[in-house]
């Protein structure tokens, strides 16, 4: 008979950069979206300008989001995107936090 504990996953192999609440619905939007504009998504998720910003700034340092900065109509706009990476490392940690709770 095998052990219960032998069957659950690792907790500690969590991805916690995207377990991160903020980070988690950043990454949960861009996985449905593909691409979306930094207003947007500060107003969808109600934060800051600066708290967006910092977390942002994370998952783009993990290599996990793009940021493309363009004009529109003369105004600059911020756009954000999963990158290869960010979408392989976000499917994962929905498995292994399906797997926590199945």
């Known amino acids: 008979m095998s052990n219960p504990s032998d069957e659950l996953p690792d907790v500690k192999s969590i991805d916690r950069l995207i377990h991160e609440p ?47 900065k363009e004009f529109q109509d003369k105004k600059p706009v911020t756009k954000l995107s999963l990158t290869d990476l960010g979408r392989e490392a976000f499917e994962d940690y929905r498995q292994r936090m399906k797997h926590l709770f199945i």
Not at 28 to 37: C, I, Q
Not at 49 to 67: D, P, Q, R
């Open 22 to 68: 903020v980070r988690l619905l950043i990454m949960a939007n861009l996985y449905v979206a593909d691409t979306a504009d930094f207003i947007y998504l500060m107003n969808q998720l109600n934060l800051t300008f600066g708290n967006l910003s910092s977390h942002m700034s994370k998952l783009e340092e993990a290599g996990y989001i793009n940021v493309e």
